[in-house]
């Protein structure tokens, strides 16, 4: 693709209807960013932060924050199609600039004004990739194996040995359960090509999640996440499946319920999100407390 080509297309992007009358659901602004974002990959800083963007564009967060997100990711295809008419040469190719004056005292603020933000769309992606590392670890046996010795509590009165203190109970699915989920999901798997799947970010909750994720995987349902999200009521706990109405599910919803209570376990419904970018799929599981 020549220059002429890719400022035609990153206008177009740029310019569309939507960003000004808004999306129809939050899958069309997702399919919109997916667009636009390997347009970018020119310039590695522009390219890193609206990728960082565009993910965010999944999560359930506030319209008021997903807006402002949208109009920076739109000011950065602007920041890209000026650059590119002004023949600015790539960052990787750009000669070295002129020395940086620091000041006195480093502070946020001033971290914040000189530093790319690619850079901190970087640093951000480094502290998820080590908080996943972290999850990993923590649900291996040498973990259990290394840990052991010091979350005994043979000396605690009332408390079993090798019990930690204040630690939950460790949720996992067994190896039978792991099997009768994955017969009854697989039938399921054509109606449900993706699925979002969150947590409340406890690490106990995390590691059962993964027992999840790795099952509905294996059954040819997509997975998105973990992603971290709060059950509407505090009453709510367990494994829960969010939907638009919990007092009145959808058949796939039920089916999928069911799909979970054919492994054995408790499932109830509970107020999901009210657009995914999922759809048509209107439902994600849930793991609570």
Same mark, same amino acid.
């Given at each position: 693709?020549?220059?002429?080509?890719?400022?035609?297309?990153?206008?177009?992007?740029?310019?569309?209807?939507?960003? !000004?009358?808004?999306?129809?659901?939050?899958?069309?602004?997702?399919?919109?960013?997916?667009?636009?974002?390997?347009?970018?990959?020119?310039?590695?800083? &522009? &390219?890193?932060?609206?990728?960082?963007?565009?993910?965010?564009?999944?999560?359930?967060?506030?319209?008021?924050?997903?807006?402002?997100?949208?109009? =920076?990711?739109?000011? $950065?295809?602007?920041?890209? $199609?000026?650059?590119? !008419?002004?023949? *600015? #040469? /790539?960052?990787?190719?750009?000669?070295? =600039?002129?020395?940086?004056?620091?000041?006195?005292?480093?502070? %946020?603020?001033?971290?914040?004004?000189? *530093?790319?933000?690619?850079?901190?769309?970087?640093?951000i992606g480094a502290f998820v990739v080590v908080?996943?590392?972290? *999850?990993?670890?923590?649900?291996?046996?040498? &973990?259990?194996?290394?840990?052991? #010795?010091?979350?005994?509590?043979?000396?605690?009165?009332?408390?079993?040995?090798?019990?930690?203190?204040?630690? #939950?109970?460790?949720?996992? +699915?067994?190896?039978?359960?792991?099997?009768? %989920?994955?017969?009854?999901?697989?039938?399921?798997?054509?109606?449900?090509?993706?699925?979002?799947?969150?947590?409340?970010?406890?690490? !106990?909750?995390? /590691? &059962?999640?993964?027992?999840?994720?790795?099952?509905?995987?294996?059954?040819?349902?997509? $997975?998105?996440?973990?992603?971290?999200?709060?059950?509407?009521?505090?009453?709510?706990?367990?494994?829960?499946?969010?939907?638009?109405?919990?007092?009145?599910?959808?058949?796939?919803?039920?089916?999928?319920?069911?799909?979970?209570?054919?492994?054995? %376990?408790?499932?109830?419904?509970?107020?999901?999100?009210?657009? +995914?970018?999922? !759809?048509?799929?209107?439902?994600? +599981? %849930?793991?609570?407390?």
């Amino acid at each position: 693709m020549d220059k002429k080509e890719l400022v035609e297309r990153l206008k177009t992007l740029e310019n569309r209807p939507e960003l !000004e009358s808004g999306f129809a659901s939050q899958k069309d602004a997702v399919r919109w960013a997916s667009e636009a974002a390997p347009l970018l990959q020119f310039n590695g800083q &522009y &390219y890193q932060e609206f990728r960082y963007r565009a993910q965010r564009l999944a999560l359930k967060l506030s319209a008021d924050f997903q807006i402002s997100n949208i109009e =920076r990711m739109q000011a $950065i295809i602007h920041e890209a $199609i000026t650059d590119l !008419e002004a023949d *600015v #040469p /790539r960052t990787e190719d750009r000669a070295t =600039r002129e020395p940086l004056e620091w000041p006195e005292h480093v502070t %946020l603020a001033w971290l914040w004004n000189h *530093v790319p933000s690619g850079a901190w769309a970087s640093l951000i992606g480094a502290f998820v990739v080590v908080f996943g590392l972290g *999850v990993t670890v923590g649900r291996s046996d040498w &973990y259990d194996r290394v840990m052991s #010795p010091h979350t005994s509590n043979a000396n605690t009165p009332g408390m079993e040995k090798g019990t930690p203190l204040d630690e #939950p109970k460790q949720r996992h +699915l067994t190896d039978s359960q792991k099997e009768q %989920l994955l017969n009854a999901l697989r039938p399921l798997a054509a109606s449900i090509p993706n699925l979002m799947v969150f947590t409340e970010g406890t690490p !106990e909750q995390m /590691r &059962y999640a993964w027992d999840f994720m790795d099952v509905l995987k294996r059954s040819g349902i997509e $997975i998105i996440g973990p992603l971290q999200g709060v059950a509407e009521s505090p009453t709510d706990k367990g494994v829960m499946v969010g939907v638009p109405n919990p007092d009145h599910p959808s058949e796939l919803n039920i089916r999928f319920a069911n799909a979970l209570r054919a492994a054995g %376990l408790e499932v109830h419904f509970t107020k999901g999100a009210s657009q +995914l970018p999922t !759809e048509p799929i209107d439902f994600d +599981l %849930l793991i609570g407390r």
